[in-house]
């Protein structure tokens, strides 16, 4: 999950949380999980709930999870990740130059942060912002840390905009990838839309009042272009998109340029070197790495987490971290992490699935093309 936080302050800071891997399902010990506001609303839509980083969500629904990654792409579905935050990717990196977490934060108009994280980082998160907030009021600055309650609702597809645009005033041909706004949603005020998501298509992100979230998602399914739709298709559809789970694809032993996530870092920030690891970081951007990670295609059986990557004379290179088939392409797509000298598109590899070995190329990412909404 993600939690949101605002930093507020004259700097301000909101959280909120959603998941961060596909989860197992639930046992007698789901009454001890954490459960979204609309925990209630899934289960009365057959929502099938599974264990995500401490939270109780539906992995699907009555549609199968390739139904529901289909229609995705083609009209638009509805997530519940009550369990994060919103705004442009960002990171928390240590010392050491690892990722403590990848985070979304908006820059708002009302003059705080707006904040995203990954719900099962929610705690080092929070204490890392909490010492810092610290920090800057010994210094004297005039800053707060405010946690959100709010659900989180993610409409995600080609139609999500038309959907969405029934229901609000504002003119959301004026609401870019990346930026958000205030505004009353189907009745229900004081939502944050944020004009993002996790799936590589158009869509965005409304932060409800937890009050309002049975609401908003009824009236949102009330147009037959939406279908609701859980963790599984979620994660399918990331992968087509190129995007990274945390504690699976990034981690604290994974610098941003192994990563490949070099371009979240502003040139500011380069030159200032003033954030954690920027001594390890910022050499890496100007030299070769000794890993990256890469896409991969194969035919045959899936790739999936932990399956050894070889080079095609057979020797151990690396690992694949995550994998899926995909439901567009109709072939198996990966991503994990090679030694940079075969981390070129084309480069021919093996991958070891169910103790055999079978071809691979590294592939550009994303394997779908994103359609991600910009102004023209």
Not at 39 to 46: K, Q, S
Not at 255 to 272: D, M, Q
Not at 345 to 367: I, N, Y
């Amino acid at each position: 999950m993600r939690q949101a936080v605002s930093m507020v302050a004259r700097m301000g800071f909101r959280l909120q949380e959603l998941p961060c891997v596909l989860g197992r399902q639930l046992s007698c010990a789901q009454d001890v999980l954490r459960r979204t506001p609309l925990y209630d609303f899934h289960l009365a839509h057959g929502g099938k709930m599974v264990e995500f980083a401490g939270w109780s969500l539906p992995v699907q629904y009555r549609d199968s999870h390739v139904d529901s990654h289909l229609h995705t792409r083609q009209h638009c579905s509805l997530f519940d990740v009550s369990h994060m935050l919103q705004g442009t990717l960002s990171l928390f990196t240590n010392e050491a130059g690892g990722i403590l977490d990848d985070l979304i934060v908006t820059n708002t108009s009302e003059g705080y942060l707006y904040v995203v994280s990954n719900a099962g980082c929610c705690d080092k998160d929070l204490a890392l912002m909490q010492n810092k907030v610290r920090e800057f009021q010994n210094k004297g600055s005039d800053v707060g840390l405010e946690v959100v309650d709010n659900a989180l609702l993610a409409l995600q597809g080609p139609t999500a905009a038309q959907v969405l645009q029934a229901g609000v005033a504002d003119d959301l041909r004026k609401l870019p990838f990346m930026t958000s706004a205030v505004m009353e949603v189907f009745g229900v005020s004081s939502c944050r839309v944020t004009r993002c998501g996790y799936t590589g298509e158009d869509g965005v992100e409304i932060s409800v009042p937890a009050a309002g979230a049975v609401h908003l998602a009824t009236a949102l399914l009330e147009n037959p272009e939406v279908k609701l739709a859980g963790l599984a298709a979620r994660d399918s559809l990331r992968l087509e998109a190129g995007l990274c789970l945390y504690g699976k694809d990034i981690d604290e032993r994974t610098t941003p340029v192994e990563g490949s996530l070099g371009w979240t870092l502003g040139k500011r920030r380069r030159a200032a070197m003033d954030f954690p690891g920027a001594k390890v970081i910022v050499p890496q951007l100007k030299s070769k790495v000794q890993r990256r990670r890469v896409g991969l295609m194969c035919e045959g059986a899936p790739m999936r987490a932990h399956s050894p990557i070889l080079s095609t004379e057979g020797t151990v290179i690396g690992t694949v971290t995550s994998g899926c088939p995909s439901p567009c392409l109709k072939r198996n797509v990966a991503m994990g992490y090679v030694p940079y000298e075969y981390s070129q598109p084309g480069t021919l590899l093996l991958v070891e699935v169910r103790r055999k070995q079978q071809m691979a190329v590294v592939s550009r990412m994303p394997f779908v093309p994103t359609n991600y909404y910009t102004l023209k």
